[in-house]
């Protein structure tokens, strides 16, 4: 077959299977236009919702700020009036504080602001005594994909059940975060408090031995130093 010919019968192939397409386009035009027509709707409204949630994520971020610069705000020197950006006493501020954070995570609490805002309403509401709200705000934060704010959530939770003797349940949370560390609460952290609890009701061989565990881990770190201070103090 020489070149000619085949050039010509790819070309009455094309041509072919072109026609066929759009009479096809055409016995389904309106099938053909519904799909086109769905997928314009699908892609705007994707479009719109990365929008609405970047809009939403910039507020949220805005508004978790402003509660953390009222969360670290100056206190006031004893005697001394105060200023507007000031606060006279730790739990003045932390009541304020607290009913920003509250705002922020009931508003925007599917967002990692509003994540963030959780953890520290229970920190604020634990300044303030308020030891259910607290205990509630914490579980919220715990709960959130992110290991690094669920760890420090759990850890603070574990603190809070120590403090309200349910010593069962903050040796399980210390155990969980210790299983499954990450940036924010490492592995020897999470023993570290975990013996602290240990050595405070008493166990102290459990304490003892969570402690030589974290000192031959983390032999020239900050932990290991720590552990090995506490060895030192036991003896």
Not at 14 to 37: D, E, P, Q, Y
Not at 178 to 206: C, F, I, M, R
Request: cysteine-free; charged content about 15%; proline content about 2%.
């Amino acid at each position: 077959m020489d070149t000619q010919t085949r050039h010509s019968l790819k070309k009455n192939s094309f041509a072919a299977a072109t026609a066929s397409s759009v009479s096809w386009v055409s016995g389904h035009r309106s099938g053909v236009l519904r799909w086109i027509i769905v997928a314009v709707v699908v892609l705007v409204a994707g479009v719109a919702s990365l929008v609405v949630w970047s809009q939403r994520s910039n507020a949220a971020g805005i508004a978790l700020g402003a509660a953390l610069d009222t969360y670290s705000a100056q206190l006031a020197q004893p005697g001394a009036p105060t200023a507007p950006d000031e606060y006279a006493t730790a739990s003045d501020r932390a009541k304020a504080a607290n009913q920003q954070f509250v705002a922020v995570a009931q508003k925007y609490g599917w967002l990692p602001e509003g994540a963030k805002a959780h953890y520290f309403a229970g920190v604020t509401y634990q300044q303030m005594g308020q030891n259910a709200a607290a205990e509630s705000e914490f579980k919220a934060a715990a709960g959130v994909w992110d290991r690094n704010l669920s760890n420090l959530a759990k850890l603070a939770l574990a603190a809070l059940y120590h403090q309200t003797n349910r010593d069962h349940e903050a040796i399980d949370l210390y155990n969980a975060v210790a299983a499954k560390p990450s940036e924010t609460v490492s592995k020897a952290v999470a023993q570290l408090d975990l013996a602290d609890l240990y050595a405070a009701t008493g166990q102290t061989d459990q304490a003892r031995k969570l402690w030589a565990a974290v000192r031959d881990a983390d032999k020239d770190g900050m932990a290991g130093s720590i552990a090995q201070q506490k060895l030192g103090a036991k003896n």
